[in-house]
């Protein structure tokens, strides 16, 4: 029918007009964000653009939700407005006769969603932190560009190189001044760099010399070596098998019987589930009195979002904690939802009188 593809029309474009405002607000937080990360170090610089794909990448799922779901609460709200509704509610057509355009234009998105959702998230995650993993690896001397004092990541150390090697891993008359329990040291080397035996890391220095000073009576030990090893850090980067449950696969989550990753998999599957729910409680909640040119009615949708997105976190925390099991927390949450979608949807097609947004009779009105 005609109007089933001019309201799928309109509901498209609405759909990609907020997702590409919301799509350009977000991108622009966590470009400030991950570039002040690699101000301090966190990340390497040359990587802040493909770290910042992944992390849009990840969070496409939730914007597409909420720009589907204000796309649709916008395009009935003016209908609303503009009477239309009334036209059609005078011909006998109820508030569900939109579901089906409404539905033909956003289970494609839930589709996609889901995909993101349950191939592409995890995908992102696991790559966003073996970026970040691999550059703490990394040297603090490799950090540091020639000519330029820095302090290590435990502020214990300050580094300072003449120059390095093309490939940032050798690094040449490497200067060291380290802050010790009694006292401190200066430490001075031809060359160094940075190896990793099982999960420590070691700094190790050729051909130098060290100068330590005892902080308690100012007694100075110069000492010459060959070849220098310090404990550099602990922490090597995690290993594939201890990614963490968001860099996941599904399929490995749903073999696993782990807390943590059950609530993984309701934090995955409800979304998926309230985004589905959110193509109805659209149509219900875009109801606006045709007079009042405000917009409350959109406010008051972008706070049930709100709600209903922080709840489904809320879920993900009792599975995590043990208070819940999943199927209870997924049945619990969007099937109650889904309840209050449809009874709502009842409530606009058969509790309103005369079709009015609220269920008012119109107000009687005198003659002249």
């Known amino acids: 029918m005609l109007f089933d593809s001019t309201l799928r029309r309109e509901l498209a474009r609405g759909f990609g007009a907020t997702l590409v405002v919301v799509l350009t607000i977000v991108l622009t937080m966590f ?135 093309p490939d940032g891993v050798q690094a040449r008359n490497v200067f060291i001044l380290a802050q010790l329990p009694h006292g401190e040291a200066v430490t001075s080397a031809r060359t160094g760099h940075l190896e990793t035996v099982g999960h420590e890391r070691y700094l190790v220095l050729d051909r130098g010399q060290r100068n330590e000073v005892d902080a308690a009576d100012g007694e100075r030990t110069l000492s010459s070596f060959e070849r220098y090893r310090v404990l550099a850090s602990d922490n090597a980067a995690a290993s594939a098998e201890s990614q963490p449950p968001k860099a996941t696969d599904t399929l490995v989550l749903l073999r696993s019987g782990a807390p943590a990753d059950r609530a993984e998999l309701t934090w995955r599957f409800g979304l998926l589930l309230g985004s589905a729910n959110l193509l109805l409680l659209g149509t219900g909640l875009a109801a606006t009195h045709p007079r009042r040119a405000s917009n409350w009615n959109l406010v008051f949708a972008l706070l049930t979002f709100l709600v209903y997105y922080n709840l489904i976190n809320l879920s993900q925390a009792w599975v995590a904690s043990g208070r819940v099991s999943m199927g209870v927390a997924l049945a619990g949450l969007h099937g109650g939802a889904t309840a209050f979608a449809l009874g709502l949807l009842w409530w606009r097609d058969h509790g309103a009188v005369m079709r009015r947004p609220w269920g008012r009779p119109a107000p009687a009105r005198g003659g002249a």
């Open 31 to 165: 470009l400030i964000r991950t570039v002040g990360q690699a101000a301090d170090g966190a990340v390497a610089p040359q990587d802040v653009a493909l770290l910042l794909g992944y992390v849009a990448l990840g969070n496409l799922p939730t914007m597409m939700a909420m720009s589907m779901f204000v796309a649709i609460v916008v395009t009935l709200g003016r209908m609303y407005r503009d009477s239309e509704m009334a036209i059609w509610f005078s011909s006998g057509a109820g508030i569900s006769r939109f579901l089906r355009p409404v539905l033909r234009v956003g289970l494609p998105v839930v589709a996609l969603l889901g995909l993101l959702l349950l191939v592409a998230w995890p995908w992102g995650n696991r790559n966003s932190n073996e970026l970040r993993a691999r550059y703490q690896q990394r040297s603090d001397l490799s950090r540091v560009a020639p000519g330029v004092f820095q302090t290590s990541a435990d502020g214990r150390r300050v580094f300072f190189i003449e120059r390095e090697s």
